[in-house]
């Protein structure tokens, strides 16, 4: 079922209807978190929301009409794939207005865009690993080579080789965002290569990399991503890449109703600095958290002040990294 | 002494779709006889043994079994009765092995273990009791065409069958293995066995029924004791006419040049086996060759390699003057060289197709059905179906219901047709009348003797002696891959054919 | 049935007519039953049947928009049905209309993107690019099946994920457009399919190439002498040989063709649509082109209807979510009923025919 | 190296086990004459099976057992389809397909009220124990339980069609329908039993990917494992040891796909060794494909009384 409140999303009392296009929901990813945070809002501040779930990417066009028909006014587009779909319907309903939380977009009055820095947050994770581990070996498990994997996958490395600059870092794509079988082998993989800590960021395929944490046994850990997933196994994940999406977008949400703040053409950035991003230690596993010693943390939080007071920019991609680490000498 | 009944029926009805297969017949099989069925292909007959055996219910009418009242709801229930039958079509497994073909459904052993070595000392021991040469162990895809038969007679043995129905056995056999079969069911007949006999070929009708049972357009004609009637009082019930299947006269031809010549043809298969071994031939314009032999002794190699489906490893073929060896098989066929299959589902026939689409199989592409040889005229092919119809006495509701729903004969008219239609040189026909009821029989050979006598080639395969001395003019005989030697038709006799059969020369 | 009876030609029409209604008939009861069993699982979980359905068929068939929207979605289907359905009148299964359908909208998108012409050069060319990058798509299994007698329908399987592989690493890699997204750039405008009403309205050229595609197919299959070869390798392989039908070379065509209509389907997807290629933009409608030529017994005008039908569903599938609550499995609930049922035709046809048997008798 | 070849080793093993189970199970229905393109939905709907009699039981041989209900369930359906009704197989395996993901989507909704995935539920972890076996200890603790399951699956698969009446029976059914009919089998009988053997097969492949290693139902989770099964078939000739040997041929391939990605600076791209198992079926194919056709005789052809036969 799409909707969020009982009977088909709407609220007859004239407030706020928000409406959601999403590839699909329940991969553990961005998608769930931004319902998560719309949730919220319809709870907390009665606004309506839906969500339809687009399965063709020809499809977003008419799912926006479909919602718009429906009486949303807000739109929210989550990811980069449903870009032009939105531009397009934008343009023919000018009086509704639209978030679009996957990059920067400036070119229309009624779109907003969010850009997220998750190479940032990647980074301090990268180094956290780095300095944890024992062997000297870390790894993490990807989807799909995208822009926005990219930046974790280029942020991550950076962060563990400022800190450690022999440590080996093994990168794997599965190419999938349910394969979570996959996943789960892949991380297998990594920690029969000596891989002691294993991050992930790979939708669904995160449970896996979990599950294979767990049967690897001893000395090995992960970490999570998404809102923190301690509770999905919280004997493991030291930390988490967090994006936390679902707050953001509830005080967007908060902002826009109370005072018709909306950031038409404009476009809002959220790395560390911000709070849009940040390494979170585990909430769940007080013996985990207390394992980690202090001047481990103490150097991530370091990292942290360096990167958001200018000190350190965080490469996002392969060049940003291959400088990097060049200047890194 | 009064007669028992294995088989009786009474007023027998099928009907489908727009025919009434078996109307009303009433049979009367005495128990420990041979009953043959007779009658022209589309009679009635095979529906007539499916119903016995349980495989169809009829619409009306009562069978009795033993003078008891049966009602099959399927082949089980047939078998239980120990009825078996052996069909037209042979309903083996040719990947698995002489025994599990036979013990299938009736396995020896548990459940869980198949007895395979039981399995196959009780196939022994019935191969001997009845004299059918078997190697249980054998798979069934490597067998011959008799072998295979032998399956399916061991096959209702080995269930204890007591009423046996062959349908069409000797369709596929070769005279001496067909005097074999004859046999065979008279050895079962001694040993108590009631046997219900379906044959086109009135030779060995004569030579075994007690009773034959003569069925047209899905009625009985009637009944007659063997003792009592003559092969042409049967063709007269059978088709409602005489049939003259004596040989014919032939223009005279003098001084024809060679049509089609083969020299020292060879072709082998596998590395090993010579399947073709230095074939030299000769056919003129205005006769027909006929190629006797025993089966498997190249024929089907020689056809091939004729028709281009097959590139031998050494020798010429000269058609017209010309060497065709490396010429494909439709180049062949458009330089006048028609071929009659010898299995007309297999290779003859489109069976989906219409009448008339199948009448054009292999000219499809040509005027007047195909417009530069790509956009089909199917108003021109019609019209030609329509011709041919008339000219071949092709049997169908009309010529645009599908081939596979025409009669054996009429199938075989179709491919008949569609051949002498392309007005070819030389014609190729292999066992063109396997299967086919007298009358349809006598017309295929006078067929074949028309495009003679046009100044055509014919060259005729067939396991029929009776066939080829009656249609041929000179006859090859080969064997083990080698023409043994060619022989005038006129003069000779079976017996010396049958020798060189076996690969002596005449004058040996 | 052995006299021989001649009937005037109309009398054929007549009967071919009969056979048609008949048809319709047995897909109605088919849907009718499909409908009522996806309502009583609708209902199971909790939802009110005729709400859904009615969301459906505003969604698919309610407004003009609607209607459009549908006619659109058949389109990538009635392209993979036929590519389905001609390789299979020939008796050649290919699975691969999917990895086709990718390699030709990856060949769009690019001669979309890179070459620069004037519209009338440009958009044929981009068409063509798609159709030649289904036919190479199609061409290496057919090579195989030729050579080395490698089962089609394996080949198509592996050639689906090699397609999906390739086509990810040229998104991401080389052939990456501007943007956060990972997608090839967009074309240029002269290489888009000019749509065919005014906005609002969603419907572009390619719903009359597809229409033209299935003409075309229907005139090769039935008009042509390659068609008429085609259909007899299907029937019957042995036949054709000895009768002088080439029949590797029909099989090897036939799967060439296929791969060119799929190609097709994801060159419309490009110049339509998309306007580039996304990842993961096409949602099995390869796989869905084999349905759809089943349903419609590989007839090239039935799968303009097959592929309406799976069309309507997919448009009304977002209605459904958003006005009537119910989740997009239950589409696919729905779809896999109605499928279901349409197999059924055999014993729906048998009743009919006996009632009808009965009633004359 | 040695760390590398056994790392490979029980990689092959646990990625090829689902594949294995559902390729027995397929080249089971395809022998008796019924195909199913579709043992992709089957493995679908007992992967989520399997999940939901694992939570609701909080027991995962209890999941084992839903999978198995589950997999039967959705061949039945195939069963019913194709044997009773006549229908065209190609067609009822993509509508299998659909409904598995739709069942299983409407499914997690209705259950968990989750969208996309299930709870955490118990399941069938690594056989750790077994660890202290020498020598081969640590290579057995590294497998799940299915692995075990499959040995003796593959055995009883292997020995019904060597041994038993009922192998026998249905080679013959698959082969030619109407002899089997004739020689008094019940042509209808011995291939539902086929179609719902695949379909228990099939609901072990799926179950191993929810419980066995994995903890959860996710949609989309059997990513095309069907289709690979389907292969297995196909290429292992619809021979026992040569389907398991070609489904432990795509988990080798896997296996090695993921090792080498995980070779430090390897300058392929990802998509290209992920594209391995595809490419190297293809190459094994085309060196190792006959001239000759073994397929099943009667394979795909619907046989009842619903359909003219010829
Ligand atoms: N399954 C069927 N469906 C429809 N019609 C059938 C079927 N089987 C037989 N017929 C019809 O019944 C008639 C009798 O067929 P049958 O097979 O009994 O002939 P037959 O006497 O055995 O011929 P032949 O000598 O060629 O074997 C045929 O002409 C055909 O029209
Ligand atoms: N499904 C069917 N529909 C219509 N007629 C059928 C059908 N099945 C069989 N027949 C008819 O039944 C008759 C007997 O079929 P059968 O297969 O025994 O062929 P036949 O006539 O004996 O030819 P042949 O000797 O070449 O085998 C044929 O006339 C055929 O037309
Ligand atoms: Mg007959
Ligand atoms: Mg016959």
Known sequence: GGSGSGEGGGTDDGSLRVGLIASSMGTQSFNDDVWAGLEKAQEELGIGAEYIEVSEVSDAANSLRTLIAQGDTLLVVPSSEFHDAMMEVAAEYPDCNFMYLAGEETGAENVMSVEYKENEAAFLGGALAASLSQTGKIGTVLAVQEPLQLRYQYGYMAGAKTVNPDCEVSVLFTNSYTDTNLGQESAKALYDKGADYVSCFAGACNLGVFNAAKEAGEGKYCLGAATGQFDKMPDKIVASVVKSIDVALYDMIKDYMDNGTFNGGGCTVLGLKEGGVELRYTTMNDELLNSIPEDVKNSVEDLKNKIINGEITVPGTEEEYNTYIASLG | MSVKYSIQLKDITKRFPGIVANDHITIDVEQGEIHTLAGENGAGKSTLMNIIYGLYQPDEGQIFINEQPVHFQSSKDSIAHKIGMVHQHFMLIPKLTVAENIVVGQEPGSRLKVDRAGAEKRIRELSEKYGLKIDPHAKVADLSVTEQQRVEILKILYREAEILIFDEPTAVLTPQEIDEFCDILLGLKASGKTILFISHKMAEVMKISDHITVIRRGKVIGTVRKDETNVDELTRMMVGRDVNLSRRERKEFTDQPNLLELKNVSYTVNKTVKKLDGINLQLKAGEVLGIAGVDGNGQEELVQAICGQITPDSGEILFKGDNIVKKGIRARKDSGIALVPEDRHRDGLVLQYSVADNLVLGMHYQEPYAHGRTWMDYKAIHKNAETLQDDFDIRCANVDVPAGTLSGGNQQKIVIAREASRNPDVLIAVQPTRGLDIGAMEFVQKTLLEQRDKGKGVLLFSLELDEILSVSDRIAVIFKGRIVDVVDAEGVTRQELGRMMLGSHRDA | METKVKKPLFALDKKKLQETGLSLLITLIALVMALVVGALVIWAFGSNPIEAYGALWRGAFGTGIAFTVTLGKAVPVMLTGLAVAIAFRCSVFNIGAEGQLLIGAMCAALVGAYVHLPMVLHLPLTILASMVGGMIWAFFPAVLKLKGNVNVVISTIMFNYIAQYLISYLILGPFKGPGESPATATIDKTAQLPDLLPKPYVLNLGFVLALVAVVAVYIILNRTSLGYEMRAVGFNPNASRTNGINVNRNMFLALLISGALAGLAGGIEVTGSLDKIVNNFSANYGFNGIPVALMAHNNPFAIIFSALLIGAMRSGSAMMQSSAGISKNMVDVIQGLIIVFLCAEHVIRYYIKRMGGKKNA | ?310
Not at chain 4, 4 to 31: D, Q, V
Request: glycine share 12%; aromatic share 10%; hydrophobic share 50%.
């Open chain 4, 1 to 310: 190296m040695l760390n590398a070849i056994t790392y490979l080793l029980s990689a092959t093993l646990r990625m090829g086990t689902p594949i294995a189970f559902t390729a027995l199970g397929g080249m089971t229905s395809e022998r008796s004459g019924v195909n199913n393109i579709g043992l992709e939905g089957i493995m679908t709907a007992s992967a989520f099976g399997a999940a939901v009699g694992s939570y609701l039981f909080q027991n995962a041989w209890m999941g084992i057992l839903f999978a198995i209900v589950i997999g039967v369930g959705i061949s039945a359906i195939h069963s019913l389809v194709c044997i009773t009704w006549g229908g065209t197989q190609a067609v009822s395996s993509m509508a299998l397909v659909l409904l598995s993901t739709g069942i299983s989507g409407v499914g997690l909704k209705a259950l968990f009220n989750q969208q996309g995935n299930s709870p955490q539920v118990p399941y069938l972890p690594t056989t750790t124990p077994l660890e202290k076996i020498p020598v081969i200890g640590p290579f057995l603790a590294q497998q799940s339980p299915f692995v075990y399951i499959l040995f003796i699956v593959l055995i009883l698969v292997w020995y019904m069609f060597k041994h038993t009446r009922l192998g026998l029976r249905i080679v013959t059914v698959g082969e030619n329908p109407k002899a089997a009919e004739t020689a008094g089998l019940s042509v209808h009988r011995i291939r539902y039993f086929s179609v719902i053997f695949s379909g228990v097969l099939g609901g072990l492949g799926g179950a191993m990917l929810s419980i066995g290693g994995m903890n959860m139902f996710q949609e989309d989770m059997v990513a095309g494992r069907g289709y690979l099964a389907l292969g297995a078939v196909t290429m292992g000739r619809w021979n026992t040891w040569g389907v398991f040997g070609s489904a432990m041929f795509f988990g080798f391939f896997s296996a090695l796909q993921l090792y080498l990605q995980t070779i430090p600076n390897n300058p392929v791209p990802a998509e290209f060794i992920q594209m391995i198992p595809y490419v190297a079926t293809v190459i094994v194919l085309a060196l190792s494909a006959s001239k000759q056709n073994v397929g099943i005789a009667a394979g795909g052809q619907p046989y009842t009384k619903f359909v003219q036969q010829r």
